[in-house]
């Protein structure tokens, strides 16, 4: 049948069985606009306040769901928008099809109005990306697009098509979506057996988890594998809930701001067996002291990651879940006794804790956890609320934390909650913010509004950019340049503006009630929570220092 470009679009998007799409219409990309309108019963569109807020929102609509996020942008700087989400996307393998559109074929390369070479800008964030010139080509170009995005370690693709392509017609063939199947055909027998007898042969071995666990769903065989290999647990920001936060076996995050357990074990194993983690510089701290007295055994999808960060001493490629599918099955039953009464005796020198009165991000987040009864959807900005939420709230399962760990983008969460809220069929998810985060995206919550999502905008206030004001007390000698907010912002008169219940408070007792209210409530929230300026994250490792160096506020290690 012959369709043109924009038809081609959309009915390629059903295709693909997309649901929902986050995006904000110009002039380049009206021809598909025009065309979804026609389909607004099958497929839903999320206008946005901002592009930005599209990609982020399509990021935490993956994340929640498994599914590819889709968001849509028109040219010039309504795709430039888009930039910073799809770098947040690829920093954490976030399956994402973003689609904008430019000028005319004829227009492109001459400085033209709102035209620019999105392609080109995100090249080195991106997978893969297109610029469609040809109608013909368009089909089997957003099939590739979704294949690519989705196959291997996910990752974001754009699709950039020009005006006039979305205005020409061409023969079209409906075709079913490729099968995407786990990539296992480079696992070797060689390599697994490899790492049974580097298991076998461990005395003090500790298990490391990254997202790469989560993105390929193996919280059950992950689970198998550490009873097999009787080992404690730790994690990263990316690896939350791929295993089971309150199971006996887990010490907490490791790195910067892990705890003194995770990295005091690390820094004494003998074995170190990564599963799914690519060793970023806020894991490692000293990367020529990490883990010194361990052999490292690393399992990945991403040949890449092999040897990047840290030497490995053995490798097993291919996903996470088909991994250790094969690996269990090898491995007999390991007896660390010993290693892990040591590894008890840590948690109980170093427990996390906080004061006793007061309102603070981590007594905030353990309220929410108690309340929830920890089976609440997570997402938050970044900085300080963020390792707050990752350390006292326990993740039991997997894409309950969202969150922006490779790239650290501030203004992701809010974005991200509405995704995550319309891709779990409106559930209640909870944005933990910073002031500083919230505002650089709080005009989305004008679309947490129009979208009835029932998310609760957690905002713990301090007044200042927390996480680098801590730098600079530590680190700076006190010099708080730029980092202070103490203009008379109303937050709860903001939310109130959106048409949002807005509630401030300034002690536990109110702040447990807003949270009932809250949680209560099926429609969007905003709490406005005051904390001191001055509350740290604990522990922490300075920068380039072994993590064998972390310390609390007292300055002990």
Same mark, same amino acid.
């Given at each position: 049948m012959q369709l043109n470009g924009s038809q081609i679009v959309i009915e390629c998007l059903k295709e693909q069985q997309v649901d929902t799409i986050f995006g904000y219409p110009g002039g380049a990309i009206l021809n598909v606009y025009d065309e979804l309108y026609k389909h607004r019963d099958e497929i839903h569109h999320v206008l946005v306040s901002h592009e930005q807020g599209a990609s982020h929102a399509a990021d935490g609509y993956?994340?929640? *769901?498994?599914?590819?996020?889709?968001?849509?942008?028109?040219?010039?700087?309504?795709?430039? +928008?888009?930039?910073?989400?799809?770098?947040?996307?690829?920093? &954490?393998?976030?399956?994402?099809?973003?689609?904008?559109?430019?000028?005319?074929?004829?227009?492109?390369?001459? &400085?033209?109005?709102? $035209?620019?070479?999105?392609?080109?800008?995100?090249?080195p964030i991106t997978?893969? +990306?297109?610029?469609?010139?040809?109608?013909?080509?368009?089909? !089997?170009?957003?099939?590739?697009?979704?294949?690519?995005?989705?196959?291997?370690?996910?990752?974001?693709?754009?699709?950039?098509?020009?005006?006039?392509?979305?205005?020409?017609?061409? $023969?079209? +063939?409906?075709?079913?979506?490729?099968?995407?199947?786990?990539?296992?055909?480079?696992?070797?027998? $060689? &390599?697994?057996?490899?790492?049974?007898?580097?298991?076998?042969?461990?005395?003090?071995?500790?298990?490391?988890?990254?997202?790469?666990?989560?993105?390929?769903?193996?919280?059950?065989?992950?689970? $198998?594998?550490?009873?097999?290999?009787?080992?404690?647990?730790? !994690?990263?920001?990316?690896?939350?809930?791929?295993?089971?936060?309150?199971?006996?076996?887990? *010490?907490?995050?490791?790195?910067?701001?892990?705890?003194? *357990?995770?990295?005091?074990?690390?820094?004494?194993?003998?074995?170190?067996?990564?599963?799914g983690t690519r060793f970023s510089d806020r894991i490692l701290g000293n990367p020529q002291k990490f883990a010194s007295q361990a052999k490292i055994l690393q399992f990945d999808i991403d040949p890449a990651e092999i040897n990047k960060n840290v030497v490995v001493d053995a490798e097993v490629i291919g996903d996470i879940r088909g991994i250790l599918r094969r690996l269990n099955p090898l491995l007999h039953q390991q007896d660390h006794g010993k290693w892990k009464k040591r590894i008890q005796e840590f948690s109980k020198q170093y427990p996390m804790h906080y004061p006793d009165e007061g309102l603070s991000g981590p007594y905030m987040i353990e309220t929410l956890y108690e309340k929830t009864k920890g089976d609440a959807v997570i997402t938050t900005e970044v900085g300080q609320h963020q390792m707050w939420a990752a350390q006292y709230y326990k993740y039991n399962r997997p894409r309950q934390l969202i969150t922006s760990g490779g790239s650290g983008t501030m203004g992701y969460g809010l974005g991200a909650s509405i995704g995550a809220?319309?891709?779990?069929?409106?559930a209640k998810v909870f944005n933990i913010a910073g002031d500083g985060c919230f505002r650089m995206n709080m005009n989305e919550l004008a679309t947490a509004k129009r979208e009835k999502v029932p998310v609760v905008e957690i905002i713990m206030n301090n007044h200042v950019l927390g996480m680098v004001r801590q730098w600079q007390t530590l680190f700076y000698e006190e010099h708080y340049s730029a980092t202070v907010l103490d203009e008379s912002l109303d937050y709860v008169k903001l939310a109130e503006a959106f048409g949002i219940r807005g509630i401030r408070v300034t002690n536990r007792k109110e702040y447990e009630a807003a949270l009932d209210e809250a949680i209560a409530a099926d429609e969007p929230v905003l709490i406005d929570a005051m904390i001191d300026r001055d509350d740290k994250v604990w522990p922490m490792v300075a920068p380039g220092a072994p993590i064998s160096e972390c310390f609390d506020e007292t300055g002990s290690k």
């Open positions: 993956a994340r929640a *769901t498994g599914k590819v996020g889709v968001c849509f942008a028109t040219s010039g700087p309504g795709a430039t +928008n888009l930039v910073t989400g799809i770098a947040t996307a690829y920093m &954490d393998s976030v399956s994402l099809v973003a689609i904008t559109c430019n000028v005319t074929l004829p227009l492109l390369g001459k &400085d033209s109005f709102q $035209e620019v070479d999105i392609a080109g800008i995100t090249m997978k893969h +990306n297109f610029i469609v010139k040809d109608v013909t080509t368009l089909a !089997d170009t957003i099939r590739r697009a979704f294949t690519i995005a989705k196959k291997g370690r996910p990752g974001p693709v754009l699709v950039d098509i020009p005006k006039d392509v979305t205005a020409a017609t061409t $023969e079209f +063939n409906p075709q079913r979506p490729e099968k995407i199947l786990p990539v296992t055909d480079t696992i070797t027998e $060689e &390599d697994l057996e490899n790492a049974v007898q580097m298991i076998a042969a461990s005395k003090k071995p500790f298990i490391f988890v990254g997202g790469g666990a989560v993105i390929s769903g193996a919280q059950e065989e992950l689970a $198998e594998f550490v009873k097999l290999v009787d080992a404690p647990v730790c !994690d990263t920001l990316m690896g939350k809930g791929a295993f089971d936060g309150t199971d006996g076996n887990y *010490t907490g995050m490791l790195g910067m701001h892990g705890t003194k *357990t995770s990295n005091f074990g690390v820094s004494e194993c003998d074995l170190l067996i990564a599963v809220s319309i891709g779990l069929g409106h």
